[in-house]
């Protein structure tokens, strides 16, 4: 069955460095994959989205790596900062429900 | 500004009670969605609906029922609640054809 798994459940990081949270899927027919940031209390929030005839997106210190021959997904965050303390979830499309991976916490070491 | 809110944002009841949980959107959003979210587990859909009067069963509906009679509400009912079902429940919405989900602030509910 179709599945979104992370490699590392917790990744410590130091303020100012960039940070590289990964993720896996097995579908190989999706089309759409999105990440998401959770932080403590809140709901998940939308950071960015990648189509699958897409290998790069960029946002606004983030990008997203797409790598469909090993089914593999990443998210770069550029100079992280103590407000980038969350979790990350990565989810790929599937008729417009999300399926979800497990999440990623991102620690930031001052 | 639009948004998606939910209530209560904590619930305490007890084994066997009938509780609902409210979600309410003002984006007039087509696509609603209730997940549960549990340590370990990421997000799990429980119910959906894409427009009112449509529902549909998600990967964990046992013991859950949904209704939309309009496009701003999809209440999320525990029929008979059990101590499993003691969980964090999250109400997103998103426009029709589109994946991008938004997400309300979530309801923690203890089943006792």
């Known amino acids: 069955g179709e599945s979104v798994g992370l490699h590392l459940p917790t990744l410590s990081v130091q303020e100012g460095d960039n940070s590289i949270i990964n993720c896996a899927y097995s579908n190989s027919a999706s089309d759409y994959f999105i990440w998401y940031k959770q932080e403590s209390g809140k709901g998940p929030q939308f950071i960015i989205d990648i189509r699958s005839n897409m290998d790069k997106r960029q946002g606004q210190r983030v990008t997203v790596l797409l790598n469909k021959t090993v089914k593999h997904l990443s998210l770069q965050i550029a100079a992280t900062q103590p407000g980038d303390s969350a979790v990350y979830f990565c989810a790929e499309n599937s008729n417009y429900q999300l399926i979800w991976g497990a999440g990623t916490k991102l620690i930031i070491k001052p | 500004d639009a948004e998606i809110t939910q209530s209560p944002r904590h619930k305490i009841t007890e084994t066997g009670r009938q509780v609902t949980l409210a979600c309410h959107q003002t984006?007039?959003?087509?696509?609603m969605f209730w997940y549960r979210q549990d340590l370990g587990h990421g997000l799990r859909l429980i119910h959906y609906?894409?427009?009112?009067?449509?529902?549909n069963k998600g990967e964990v509906s046992d013991g859950y029922s949904v209704s939309r009679s309009n496009t701003e509400d999809l209440p999320l009912t525990l029929e008979s609640a059990a101590s499993s079902q003691t969980s964090v429940y999250f109400c997103?919405?998103?426009?029709?054809?589109?994946?991008?989900?938004?997400f309300g602030a979530g309801t923690r509910l203890s089943v006792l």
């Open positions: 609906s894409y427009g009112v009067h449509d529902t």
């Open positions: 984006w007039n959003h087509n696509n």
């Open positions: 997103a919405s998103s426009e029709i054809a589109k994946n991008i989900q938004y």
